[in-house]
């Protein structure tokens, strides 16, 4: 039950890393391989640009995690009573973005897979790239009602301990 319950906090952090680690790993070994030996390898570019890719779509579901996802707030600054409501507001629509486009991305995945188109250096399947999308999108909306079922709970929560004390 430990393992479950560190890996709900920390699973996107921990891919969101790993990305960044290798990431610069690889920019490292490039720029080594371009200074020192005069010799560029073709294909950690393309990795480190795939990595990125696959690093922003996992922080869409950090970012709904902890609530610090880009927003433009000045309702809120303005109106301070607005904020929990807009709050919602917001989610919903990250809700139903995120519902709707998991139906395209599967369709531009499905298609990529049938048509066994690669990337040009590495010859990696593209549908492992925009595979990313689709992580992302359902990643942000297991947080997205894992977060108002929280909620929920911690409302159920205080309300029977008013009642009780």
Same mark, same amino acid.
């Given at each position: 039950?430990?393992?479950?319950?560190?890996?709900?906090?920390?699973?996107?952090? !921990?891919?969101?890393? @790993?990305? /960044?680690?290798?990431?610069?790993? *690889?920019?490292?070994?490039?720029?080594?391989? +371009?200074?020192?030996?005069?010799?560029?390898?073709?294909?950690?570019?393309?990795?480190? +640009?795939? #990595?990125?890719?696959?690093? @922003? %779509?996992?922080?869409?579901? %950090? @970012?709904?995690?902890?609530?610090?996802?880009?927003?433009?707030?000045?309702?809120?600054? *303005?109106?301070?009573? #607005?904020?929990?409501? *807009?709050?919602?507001? !917001?989610?919903?629509?990250?809700?139903?973005? =995120?519902? %709707?486009?998991?139906?395209?991305?599967?369709?531009?995945?499905?298609? /990529?897979?049938?048509?066994?188109?690669?990337?040009?250096?590495? =010859?990696?399947?593209? %549908?492992?790239?925009?595979? =990313?999308? #689709?992580?992302?999108?359902?990643?942000? *909306?297991?947080?997205?009602?894992?977060?108002?079922?929280?909620?929920?709970?911690?409302?159920?929560?205080?309300?029977?301990?008013?009642?009780?004390?």
């Amino acid at each position: 039950m430990k393992v479950l319950r560190w890996l709900d906090k920390h699973f996107e952090e !921990c891919i969101m890393f @790993a990305n /960044l680690w290798i990431i610069v790993c *690889l920019s490292t070994i490039q720029i080594i391989m +371009r200074y020192l030996f005069k010799n560029s390898l073709s294909w950690p570019e393309e990795m480190n +640009r795939y #990595l990125f890719i696959w690093f @922003a %779509y996992i922080g869409l579901s %950090y @970012a709904v995690r902890y609530s610090c996802h880009t927003r433009i707030d000045i309702f809120e600054t *303005l109106v301070p009573k #607005l904020k929990k409501g *807009l709050s919602v507001v !917001c989610d919903l629509g990250l809700l139903f973005f =995120s519902v %709707y486009m998991i139906g395209p991305g599967w369709t531009v995945v499905s298609q /990529l897979h049938a048509s066994n188109q690669t990337s040009s250096a590495m =010859s990696l399947p593209m %549908y492992v790239v925009y595979f =990313s999308l #689709l992580a992302g999108l359902v990643l942000m *909306l297991f947080r997205l009602v894992q977060k108002y079922i929280l909620l929920l709970l911690a409302a159920r929560k205080h309300k029977k301990e008013v009642t009780d004390g």
